[in-house]
């Protein structure tokens, strides 16, 4: 960042993403992924733009994604389409420190708020929710509800989070949980978590001033949520992955706000090879695509 304005860096050279990753991945650079937004708007989908990379323990690499996304909400205010980011911690510095974190999310948040661009904060393993929450708090409190944070139904103690979230001006997201935590803070079986996502959902459409972001695939679910929507009046959108259901996305678009999550960016592999292993439904979605 210089002179409080963040620059663009060209990235390195790599290897292009095949045809079969590009299902799921918007490409390699920040231009591929506003264009990819670009075209989601001319189908009534919004966007919400992540730059792959988690997991960061040097500061340099930290303030160097920090520093694109501060550069891609800049880009985003020119763009004809409804589109946000969403950050990881790990990915802006929780593991070096929360203070770091903290302040890395703050650059954001600010170039953000001055633009008007809305922040999602990714939940990522359990290890996290607490520093993620907290720093949602306080910006949550300052932002006139400019932020949104993720948690995840499979952990025992979401509905808590959910109770003390209530109050805040921001967005929640909902999601299943794509984790493996520990069976004594989480639920297992796969009906269980079900049941904590339905009670989720209707605790957040009872509670929620600022609406509910559904985070789910499952038609059940998102059947659901329409039906929590037609009793509380409370507002929803409903957020999908890029390169799964996309007919579905298109569709619930005509009757609902809909948000496309683009992943982008050179560390494509490892997240392309994690959304093959968490649902054999996508598995089968790039088989398919290979003999298309």
Same mark, same amino acid.
């Given at each position: 960042? =210089?002179?409080? !304005? @963040?620059t663009?860096? !060209?990235?390195? &050279?790599?290897?292009?993403? %095949?045809? =079969? ?11 591929? *992924? ?12 919004? /966007?919400?733009?992540?730059? $792959?990379?988690?997991?960061y323990?040097? %500061?340099? #690499?930290? +303030? ?15 763009? #004809? ?12 510095? $929780? ?18 708020d001055?633009?008007? /661009? ?5 939940m990522?393993?359990?290890? /996290?929710?607490? +520093?993620?929450? #907290? ?7 300052? /932002?006139?509800?400019? =932020? ?12 808590g989070?959910?109770?003390?979230? *209530? +109050? ?5 997201? $909902?999601?299943?949980?794509a984790?493996?935590p ?8 796969r ?8 009670? &989720? ?15 789910s695939h #499952? %038609? ?5 949520? !329409?039906?929590?929507h ?5 507002g @929803?959108?409903i957020?999908m ?5 996309e007919?579905?996305?298109?569709? $619930?678009a ?17 997240? @392309?090879?994690r959304?093959? !292993? ?8 790039a ?6």
């Amino acid at each position: 960042m =210089v002179g409080g !304005r @963040f620059t663009w860096v !060209r990235p390195a &050279d790599v290897v292009m993403i %095949p045809p =079969v990753a590009n299902n799921f991945v918007a490409g390699e650079t920040a231009a591929e *992924a506003i264009e990819h937004a670009r075209g989601l708007e001319r189908r009534g989908v919004g /966007t919400i733009l992540n730059l $792959l990379g988690e997991h960061y323990g040097d %500061p340099a #690499d930290a +303030a160097a994604d920090t520093a694109v996304y501060g550069n891609v909400v800049e880009r985003l205010s020119s763009v #004809d389409a409804d589109a946000c980011v969403s950050v990881k911690p790990s990915q802006i510095g $929780l593991d070096v420190s929360e203070a770091l974190f903290r302040e890395n999310l703050d650059s954001i948040v600010d170039v953000a708020d001055e633009h008007g /661009t809305f922040v999602w904060i990714d939940m990522e393993d359990h290890t /996290t929710t607490d +520093a993620t929450l #907290d720093a949602y708090e306080h910006h949550a409190r300052g /932002t006139d509800g400019n =932020v949104g944070v993720c948690v995840q139904s499979n952990l025992k103690r979401t509905r808590g989070d959910l109770e003390r979230l *209530a +109050a805040l001006p921001g967005k929640v997201r $909902l999601v299943k949980g794509a984790y493996d935590p520990p069976r004594e803070i989480a639920y297992q079986d796969r009906e269980r978590v079900d049941r904590a996502y339905r009670e &989720d959902l209707e605790f957040a459409f009872e509670a929620f001033e600022g609406g509910v972001a559904v985070g789910s695939h #499952d %038609p059940a679910m998102i059947d659901r949520a !329409r039906e929590l929507h037609a009793e509380y009046d409370t507002g @929803f959108e409903i957020q999908m992955l890029m390169g799964v259901r996309e007919d579905a996305q298109t569709e $619930l678009a005509r009757e609902y706000p809909v948000y496309q999550y683009v992943p982008y960016g050179r560390k494509w592999f490892s997240y @392309f090879y994690r959304r093959l !292993r968490e649902r054999r439904r996508n598995a089968l979605f790039a088989l398919r695509a290979l003999v298309d």
